[in-house]
């Protein structure tokens, strides 16, 4: 009975939990910088620092009426080359192959222009990759932008969606896993929290000997520090 009790005694031991101290600094779970990829003058500016945008909305626009002009020529082209084609194709085996072949050419060079020309009218607008809220901004109407110089002239990071970044000795490295439970709180609150490590990365510091380690959180202002412990196997 006694060596039974023993044993049970030193699998609950082996079962304990142990903590690996962890400091942290909140991100945001996604962040972009933005720049236009086309070459103008700022036409409309529609939002500011602290707008909350949705994925697909037009931040800003520069002036595109010649651009705009183009592309309407090109659909007039394309309009009447397949028009053309389309008559030729019925009388094919009438007319001459080589004459078709230049009827299909300018059919098929028509649908190229118009992809080049819608290409480059969109390029004008300058749109949320997702949702989120803006930061900071750096452009005016007026202003005057260019693709070969790419500049950033909004900052747009994950309205909600925060990431911890946590930092813990590397000699740790093979007890802290991802699923572990993460125990902790933000620099100046007293209250607790509690969430899950989701990534680990692969290589350690050589600077500070630390290995970085990621946890899902909401609502945090990005750029707050705190520490805590991450739930490990006791190894001992």
């Not at 030729?88 to 190229?112: C, H, P, T």
């Not at 992809?115 to 997702?130: H, N």
């Not at 109407?141 to 990431?163: A, I, P, W």
């Not at 490590?197 to 959180?217: G, L, M």
Request: glycine residues 6%.
């Amino acid at each position: 009975m006694r060596k039974v009790l023993l044993g049970l005694f030193g699998l609950v031991l082996s079962l304990s939990a142990g903590e690996v101290y962890a400091t942290f600094n909140v991100a945001a779970d996604k962040n972009a910088n933005l720049a236009f990829d086309a070459s103008g003058i700022v036409k409309s500016v529609k939002y500011d620092e602290a707008s909350v945008v949705k994925k697909g909305e037009v931040l800003a626009y520069l002036d595109n009426s010649d651009i705009k002009a183009t592309l309407d020529m090109a659909k007039t082209a394309l309009k009447y080359a397949k028009a053309d084609y389309e008559r030729q194709l019925k009388v094919r085996s009438l007319i001459d192959e080589g004459k078709f072949d230049q009827v299909a050419f300018k059919y098929e060079d028509a649908k190229n222009q118009l992809e080049y020309a819608q290409a480059k009218y969109d390029k004008t607008f300058l749109k949320a990759p997702f949702d989120g809220v803006i930061y900071e901004k750096d452009i005016e109407v007026g202003d005057t932008v260019s693709g070969m110089m790419l500049k950033t002239v909004f900052k747009l990071q994950s309205k909600r969606e925060r990431k911890l970044v946590l930092e813990f000795d590397q000699k740790y490295h093979t007890q802290v896993k991802i699923g572990q439970k993460f125990h902790y709180s933000v620099d100046g609150e007293s209250k607790n929290y509690e969430g899950v490590i989701t990534k680990i990365y692969p290589s350690a510091n050589t600077q500070n000997r630390k290995i970085k380690a990621e946890v899902d959180a909401k609502d945090f202002v990005v750029g707050l520090f705190g520490s805590g412990s991450i739930i490990t196997p006791e190894t001992k």
